[in-house]
Nanobody
Framework: QLQLVESGGGLVQTGGSLRLSCAAS??????????MGWYRQAPGKQRELVAS???????AYADSVKGRFTISRDNAKNTVYLQMVSLKPEDTAVYYC???????????WGQGTQVTVSS
């Protein structure tokens, strides 16, 4: 089993910035990470993909965040980041990181971090 620890959420005003981090670790188990991604879920809505990054650095973004959010990864630290700028109230949600790794059960989710953007 791997553990994911998220950090960086909080309350910001419209136009503000936040940086989310998600670090994966294990108790000595060797693993590799393939895809890393960020999802979000607003109250009353389904969880949606925000951004993803593959093992070669290839990225994909939801149309709603293109040009404002940047996903990156540090393979040495098994960490994925989401830099968010020009935040809008509609970005308010719980943000979850997700990784696909080579250690069973292969798909892991973070505990979620709240991002609230006030108008």
């Amino acid at each position: 089993q791997l553990q994911l620890v998220e950090s960086g959420g909080g309350l910001v005003q419209t136009g503000g910035s936040l940086r989310l981090s998600c670090a994966a670790s294990s108790s000595g188990r060797i693993f590799s990470i393939n895809v890393m991604g960020w999802y979000r879920q607003a109250p009353g809505k389904q969880r949606e993909l925000v951004a993803s990054i593959g093992s070669y650095g290839n990225t994909a973004y939801a149309d709603s965040v293109k040009g404002r959010f940047t996903i990156s990864r540090d393979n040495a630290k098994n960490t994925v980041y989401l830099q968010m700028v020009s935040l809008k109230p509609e970005d308010t949600a719980v943000y979850y990181c997700k990784i696909v790794a080579t250690a069973a059960p292969y798909v892991y989710w973070g505990q979620g971090t709240q991002v609230t953007v006030s108008s």
